[in-house]
């Protein structure tokens, strides 16, 4: 099978991952400036209390899609490995395999998110000067979410492959219109935040139509024919075997954020705003994190799959250093530039500024610890072993989160916000220090699986 390329497998790993990496930064910074415009142009043009409105549904929207998010990471993962041993079957059929399974989950996702989506707000304790306009971004937004299936998966298709400039132009397209579309609606036709949701969902059409092109015009074993499309049982076996675990995972990190912004909702709607601006700049240094678990996932699986264990030990610490460097020097900027970055989404509310500054400081500054937690995850994942990690996870963030809010948060001097956000980084430095001991274990444990079908390879 010709490749795409021999950046994975060959050549100097430093170099590649960073070439690898940066596409897939600006890519996440341009699917995160959806969210971002949204509120934006909301606080702009329609007050904090629409900011707020849009801000309350992240928490409950990841919740949801998360599991079948998941998915995606299980096909690019069952890619890279079928990639790295020059298996063109298995990489055929996994591609045929992955777009169905994005649109059956796209289908599931809207039913269950038109639906249900009052009712999940009324449960989070939003307040009702916010519920009605929160529950019809929702709505509109989740009407369009086979769109965003389509696209996650099939780009994590391309990525599998060493494709990372691909999803980026296509975010790029996509990104300038959803933004013109957002202050024409909201500006023009005054849709407030049902104008910024029908944005987005229209931008995301777009970006999915984009990338199902590009499959389809690949000349390699990843190229989409529309016509073979089918779930391969072996294959979807796979997909859901790793991707199930990480949804699983993605889900209940959701579950923790829902009870904290919970916990938000109980300060009101100032200190709702405040959260939801400093929420969304953190954004983008979460995705500049975590563009270096997918490259971990990805390196590590075509190594993996090609049995190269050096480059596979050797990507997890380039990985980790790089992770550090950027996360220092992201978090650092978003908090010295903190209030100036506040006052884009807000423009009625000093205090809300305020709120939203306490939490940069508690979250942004130390965001690096997140990013070395999700790079041994991502690593973990190439090799295969999508349980341990999960629940490491679980237990780790998940646990220690709710286990704070419902012990110590609750205690009358330290129910605070400041209180509240001390909890994800308690969090983060658990779980990566358990997730680093287990990849060490599954490594060990591959490297002698490795050597011994080598000898017996060898003897043959």
């Not at 341009?30 to 629409?50: H, I, P």
């Not at 696209?151 to 060493?162: E, M, T």
Request: charged residues 10%; glycine residues 8%.
């Amino acid at each position: 099978m010709k490749k795409q390329t021999n950046a994975f497998l060959e050549g100097p790993l430093f170099r590649n991952i960073v070439t690898y990496t940066i596409p897939i930064i600006l890519t996440s910074i341009l699917q995160l400036l959806f969210n971002a415009a949204d509120l934006v142009v909301v606080g702009q043009f329609c007050g904090s209390v629409s900011v707020a409105a849009v801000g309350a549904t992240g928490a409950i929207t990841n919740l949801i899609v998360n599991l079948f998010i998941g998915l995606s990471v299980g096909a690019g993962v069952t890619v890279a490995h079928a990639y790295g041993c020059d298996d063109e079957q298995s990489v055929h059929r996994t591609v045929h395999t992955t777009i169905p399974a994005a649109l059956v989950s796209g289908v599931v996702l809207t039913v269950v998110g038109v639906a249900c989506s009052e009712t999940f707000l009324h449960w989070m304790g939003t307040p009702d000067n916010v519920l009605k306009l929160s529950a019809l971004y929702m709505k509109i937004y989740f009407a369009g979410m086979t769109f965003n299936m389509v696209y996650n998966f099939a780009a994590s298709i391309l990525r599998a492959v060493g494709d990372t400039k691909s999803p980026l132009i296509f975010l790029s397209i996509a990104g300038v219109i959803n933004v013109a579309l957002n202050v024409v609606f909201v500006t023009v036709f005054h849709m407030n935040v049902a104008g910024v949701a029908l944005a987005t969902t229209i931008s995301q059409a777009i970006s999915a139509v984009l990338v199902v092109v590009a499959l389809m015009r690949r000349t390699d074993a990843c190229r989409l024919d529309l016509r073979k499309m089918r779930f391969y049982p072996q294959q979807l076996k796979k997909i859901v075997s790793i991707g199930l675990p990480a949804g699983i995972q993605g889900s209940l990190f959701s579950i923790s954020n829902v009870i904290i912004q919970s916990s938000v909702n109980s300060f009101g709607d100032i200190v709702m705003s405040g959260n939801a601006a400093a929420g969304n700049i953190e954004g983008f240094v979460y995705v500049s994190l975590n563009a270096f678990h997918q490259t971990a996932v990805n390196f590590t699986g075509q190594n993996a799959g090609a049995r190269n264990y050096k480059r596979v030990f050797r990507t997890l610490w380039i990985c980790l250093g790089c992770v550090t460097a950027v996360g220092l020097c992201f978090g650092s900027l978003a908090y010295i530039f903190g209030e100036n970055l506040l006052s884009i989404y807000i423009t009625d509310s000093a205090k809300a500024i305020e709120y939203g500054m306490i939490r940069l400081s508690f979250i942004c500054l130390p965001y690096f610890l997140c990013g070395l937690m999700d790079v041994t995850t991502g690593a973990l994942r190439g090799m295969g072993a999508s349980l341990v990690p999960m629940i490491i996870s679980v237990l780790g963030v998940c646990g220690i989160r709710i286990v704070w809010i419902y012990t110590i948060f609750q205690v009358p001097a330290y129910h605070t916000p400041e209180c509240l956000y001390l909890s994800y980084t308690i969090s983060w430095v658990a779980t990566f220090l358990t997730q680093l001991v287990a990849f060490i274990f599954v490594f060990r444990n591959n490297r002698r699986r490795w050597d011994a079908l080598e000898m017996e390879t060898s003897e043959v």
